[in-house]
């Protein structure tokens, strides 16, 4: 939530200067934000710079809308593991009746969702999830990858610019053998260090876990650590405190594999991995690297990004 | 719903020929699409071709999210209108009971949304939506022009490929004086036509009128057709039945004025309107008329999206 009127949070001057200069548009929610003509521009860039780092890859490229199927959804995992980050679609199905009642409700500054039902449809968590399912047939030898594009939702708002609900994930996914997985895991934590570092940010890459939910989550988190699964690459995107990942790189092992009965070219169950760019917090890392001004980035940073 | 298994619907043919060519990918539900590189190329020339055509309007550029807070959502009064067109986004918020009880209800093919409560956010119905309560102050003589580009939402599952339930709207908006609205309308039809015209789509504009839900929304209807306030333009998008609109030109008299506290110089409630291109509708109608392979597009065609 805001913090209250009066209030401040460490966030807050930075969140002044990246709404007063029409860089970030507030929405009225904390971690939802419009995006001025000119951050969308560094977006644009970073994006490109992406696609241009993996044009080698053979990568077919796909793009999908920001909701899934929910036995898409379901059959990700990520109800299990992330709860409450996820955003579940409802919608209205009833008669006249039914529709003055929830006016009603709604006029009343009651709760008019009671009158929702489930709307067959699941907001996207991670880019390559709707990927998956519409993988037919075996895999060839050696694997194929992916180079997706999407806009995915987390439930976690925040006061800090860089923890948005709604940002888009710039990913390459490879799916097939497991050496074909971990090779492909690691080329990118090398590109995106790579990529980093030309981009004049001070970022590391550093083996994480992911936020699993609850008690159970603590033991899944503890193994993902201990397995080296998960590499994020991280940066300052603001005043802190610490780093955030600005890019994760993934070993599913066979999850994806086993869910979507995913099988390679001599009838193993696939192993997976992707590499996911958080494009708008690449956007907000060169902010505060370089500061608010495009035009003064370091000319080898603009003429990295193409700006 | 999807036709069951063995029957066909009209679109039938005209889905195998978009997906079999991957230019649409399905992903397990109506109205839900991938869309392959060819289908996303042709969409990005579109969505170049609209900025083109909207550069003379010194319109400001800004970007939204797909989701909207739920307050936007209300004041918008999309939910007296088009209820069962809402998605309002749920999430789970217990403990690692209430985690459990989830997990068993989904393993058991129950309904797991009872667990469920709202996320204090809905999926942006309208492009143009999130951009109203984002002004502030009285706007200048004259009226302001934005151009707004994003992804919308809209619950009607259907087997017609043309009525995607996520897909983009880019849109060029007015808010001023009730003149400039109307002026602002007449101009976009009158460009949207233009437009479609060197695209070679046989379409033409139309007054019309939304699909308010139910008794009440028949008598505003009326009104509006009445009133002559929206205007479509339709093209053949598929083999029918009828035309598609493609692009939608509205004035929205004082309505987004009132709900969003918006003024004009001098004091009086803001009139707004917006004209709303379809781009993946777009996309379709182009590849309805021309085929489906792009570099046998008629060369006017070609040229005129860069492609």
Redesign the interface.
């Known amino acids: 939530m805001e913090a209250p009127a009066g209030e401040t949070d460490q966030w807050a001057p930075w969140r002044r200067r990246l709404t007063g200069s029409g860089l970030l548009?507030?929405?009225?929610?904390d971690g939802?934000?419009?995006?001025?003509?000119r951050f969308?521009r560094i977006v644009e860039a970073v994006a490109s710079a992406l696609a241009d780092l993996g044009a080698d890859q053979h990568a077919?490229?796909?793009?999908?809308?920001?909701?899934?199927?929910r036995?898409?959804f379901?059959n990700s995992g990520y109800?299990?593991s992330f709860?409450?980050?996820?955003?579940?679609?409802?919608?209205?199905?009833?008669?006249?009746r039914d529709?003055a009642r929830?006016?009603h409700d709604?006029a009343a500054g009651e709760?008019?969702?009671p009158s929702?039902v489930?709307?067959?449809?699941v907001?996207c968590a991670a880019a390559c999830h709707?990927?998956y399912?519409?993988i037919t047939g075996p895999l060839p030898a050696g694997g194929a990858r992916w180079d997706v594009y999407g806009?995915v939702?987390r439930?976690e708002?925040s006061p800090d610019p860089a923890r948005?609900?709604?940002?888009r994930q710039y990913e390459f996914v490879y799916v097939g053998e497991p050496e074909g997985a971990t090779r492909h895991r690691d080329l990118w934590v090398e590109r995106a260090t790579t990529l980093t570092a030309r981009l004049g940010l001070d970022a590391h890459a550093e083996v994480a876990s992911d936020p699993f939910?609850?008690?159970?989550g603590r033991m899944l988190a503890a193994n993902q650590q201990e397995a080296g699964l998960k590499v994020e690459v991280l940066a300052p995107t603001g005043p802190g405190p610490g780093l955030t990942a600005i890019a994760s790189a993934n070993c599913h092992e066979d999850h994806f594999g086993e869910a979507f009965g995913l099988r390679t070219a001599d009838g193993a169950v696939a192993h997976s991995a992707c590499v996911g760019f958080g494009v708008e917090r690449i956007a907000l890392a060169l902010l505060w690297a370089h500061g608010l001004e495009t035009d003064a980035w370091p000319p080898a940073v603009r003429s990295g990004l193409g700006l």
């Open positions: 548009v507030p929405m009225g929610l939802l934000w419009g995006r001025g003509d969308e077919e490229r796909v793009r999908f809308p920001p909701v899934v199927s036995s898409t379901e109800l299990r709860p409450t980050l996820t955003g579940s679609v409802h919608t209205f199905a009833g008669d006249d529709h929830l006016l709604l709760d008019w969702t929702l489930p709307a067959g449809t907001l709707p990927l399912p519409t806009t939702f439930h708002p948005m609900q709604s940002f939910f609850g008690r159970a």
